[in-house]
């Protein structure tokens, strides 16, 4: 079964348009596309892919699946389902607001509230999941869940070289790799982008990476996990040059609990990382030290990614570097990158300006 609402084998084109509330369901077989399913590639702009389901053995694309590239822009996709039969073993379920076969890209893109479901078997990608690369800018990946006795990438899941800038991929949630999960082959590059909040129900990391990783100017804070590595975690061949970055305040409900865990090199300079197994940092990071983050919200009404912006105390100010030469922060214009002597540590600039003069690192 394909496509509940729109099915074409060739190429679809969405402009200020709805596809909602449809839905695919095979009981002995696999469902793709509970909103719409393309054989070739598709175009959405300032259109909405919602509260769609597919539902079988196998279940791709609860809200679209497209076979080859997908182009998003200035668009939404939420509240949609890809999710197991009852009683189906060994289901395979995946991508539960977005699928396709090769890259998805979204620029200035919400995907929220999607989730993948199996009692049995596996489900990853809650909101995303890209058999090639993912491009995500200016773009809101929230709220989606994963849920499976093998379940990972809550937020997206991709498989070939992936960019992430100024975008947020906050509150997700699976068993394993709560945020983002990047695997297989490529490289991916992290610029002025947060991941905040998502939770590991009983694995570890907020995001994983086994490809060969670069990040600059962002901030990895307040993830939980269940296993010790709960903010980053970097298995064999996901190499590491990481600059200018906070990642802290990242806990474990089992213990000891790690900002980040590395099985590979890392190199770089000018970061805050709180807590990492002793040698795996470079030599001038800052450590043992909180960076005073103000709690997740809209530091700029036009950009709808949030941001954590920085206490006036913080140890981040003025000790960072800016060596991609942004002229912004995450929030973009008209938010400078470099405010003051030096750049911040962190994807948020402090302009001089308190957002929160009371409660920190989210305790109101």
């Known amino acids: 079964m394909k496509g509940g609402c729109i099915f074409s084998n060739g190429y679809i084109h969405l402009s200020s348009s709805s ?16 909103g719409l399913y393309s054989g070739s590639g598709m175009r959405v702009e300032s259109s909405t892919i919602a509260n769609n389901t597919a539902s079988g053995k196998q279940a791709l694309g609860g809200g679209a699946l497209i076979r080859r590239s997908a182009y998003f822009v200035a668009s939404a996709i939420s509240g949609n389902t890809a999710a197991a039969v009852t009683g189906a073993t060994e289901a395979v379920i995946s991508g539960g607001g977005l699928f396709t076969g090769c890259q998805a890209r979204l620029n200035s893109v919400t995907v929220t509230n999607n ?12 909101g995303i999941t890209a058999g090639g690369s993912v491009y995500l800018s200016f773009t809101a990946i929230s709220n989606n869940v994963a849920v499976a006795p093998a379940s990972s990438g809550g937020g997206v899941t991709a498989l070939r070289d992936s960019f992430v800038y100024y975008s947020t991929i906050d509150h997700n949630q699976a068993v394993n790799n709560a945020g983002a999960e ?14 905040s909040s998502n939770t590991a129900t009983s694995g570890s990391s907020a995001l994983f990476s ?11 804070a307040f993830n939980t996990a269940h296993g010790s590595d709960a903010g980053l975690y970097f ?45 795996t940092v470079p030599r001038d990071t800052l450590t043992g030290i909180d960076p005073l983050l103000e709690p997740l919200a809209n530091n700029a009404s036009f950009n709808p990614p949030l941001t954590h912006a920085l206490a006036p105390t913080s140890p981040a100010i003025d000790r960072g570097s800016n060596t991609k030469n942004f002229n912004w ?7 400078s990158r470099v405010f003051g002597i030096a750049a911040d540590i962190g994807a948020y ?12 690192n989210g305790f109101d």
């Open 19 to 34: 596809v909602s509330g449809c839905g695919v369901v095979n009981i002995d077989g696999q469902a793709e596309g509970g």
């Open 115 to 126: 989730q993948v479901r199996a009692t049995n078997g596996k489900a990853t990608g809650g």
């Open 182 to 195: 990047f695997r297989t082959a490529g490289t991916l590059s992290i610029r002025n982008s947060t991941i």
């Open 210 to 220: 086994s490809i060969p990783t670069f990040i600059n100017n962002s901030t990895i």
């Open 235 to 279: 298995y064999v061949g996901g190499t590491l040059d990481i600059e200018s970055t906070i990642v802290s305040n990242n806990t474990s409900s089992s213990g000891t609990s790690y900002d980040m865990v590395s099985h590979s090199s890392v190199t770089g300079a000018h970061n805050l990382i709180m807590h990492s197994p002793l040698g």
């Open 329 to 335: 922060d995450e929030r973009w214009q008209p938010f």
């Open 349 to 360: 600039e402090y302009d001089g300006t308190d957002t929160d003069t009371i409660f920190k």
